[in-house]
């Protein structure tokens, strides 16, 4: 039992020791003391340790008011919500944006004229952001919505389109059999009148072998002052009858006679495209 004794001994004069020591004004020597023999320390030092953070969390509190004010954005050419949502990191996308800036773009959000103030992290002028994003939704029908979407997005990887077409050139022909059948062709969709370059092609190098200076002057129509001539050998008062307006007046004209010679072949014919023989 002596053996016992002394080991309770010094366990009581440490214990001692460390009551004397609070008592006495000296916690900031007992803390160490405590916290490394006892459980009681902790909560004292987790007191502290709270004490010490919470004006940090504060301050953090106050910076992340401060970026949560809205800022303005003024459109410029070529911008679309979609691109000016993902700049600014707008939660919710173009939509959200759309949302808090309905007044200023008006009914149609794929419509941003260049000039225009958008407020970033506005709120929505409708009751709730429910209302907000059916109302948005009701803007762009629902079976457009994603082609909607795709469209902002391919707009910004294209340069912005200009504010209007230039005019088309005129088309250009080359002087040859093959420049004058396509030019005849688009004067006779102008016109409405039918046949194939095919057909025209087929029907010239039967008549005329590509000759637009080809004239017969040894067939009925000949001995009968009226030889057929040009590309698809015309006699002249075919030629006059079905001229078409705007081409040459001189039947030997390629186009002017590829165009009259189609012309007639329509009306009695229904297209170039019938005729496979003398007509």
């Known amino acids: 039992m002596p053996a016992q004794g002394k080991h309770r001994r010094p366990k009581s004069v440490s214990l001692s020791r460390g009551i004397a020591a609070v008592t006495t004004g000296g916690a900031v020597l007992a803390l160490p003391v405590l916290g490394a023999t006892t459980a009681s320390a902790a909560p004292a ?21 401060t970026k949560a004010a809205p800022a303005k954005h003024s459109v410029v050419a070529g911008e679309t919500l979609s691109k000016i ?6 939660s919710g996308g173009w939509r959200k944006l759309y949302e808090g800036n309905r007044k200023a773009i008006g009914e149609n959000p794929n419509l941003i004229h260049p ?3 958008l407020t970033i992290g506005a709120k929505a002028a409708a ?42 050139a005129p088309a250009t022909y080359t002087n040859d059999l093959d420049g004058w059948i396509k030019e005849s062709l688009a004067i006779m969709a102008e016109r409405g009148i039918p046949g194939t370059y095919e057909g025209i092609h087929r029907n010239i190098i039967r008549e005329s072998s590509g000759n637009p200076n080809a004239i017969n002057n040894w067939d009925s129509n000949a001995v009968k002052g009226t030889p057929s001539k040009g590309l698809l050998q015309v006699i002249d008062p075919t030629f006059q009858a079905y001229h078409v307006p705007g081409t040459s007046t001189d039947s030997y004209d390629p186009v002017a006679n590829i165009t009259a010679a189609c012309n007639y072949a329509a009306d009695r014919y229904g297209s170039i495209d019938n005729v496979f023989g003398a007509y």
């Open 127 to 168: 009751p709730s952001d429910a209302k907000a994003d059916k109302a948005s939704k009701a803007a762009v029908p629902a079976a457009d919505r994603t082609a909607t979407a795709e469209r902002a997005d391919r707009s910004e990887r294209t340069a912005a389109a200009p504010v209007a077409k230039a005019a088309a």
């Open 45 to 65: 030092h987790s007191v502290a340790a709270e004490k010490a953070v919470a004006p940090v969390s504060v301050t953090a509190q106050a910076n992340s008011v």
């Open 85 to 90: 949502a993902r700049e600014y990191s707008v």
């Open 115 to 117: 000039g225009i103030t």
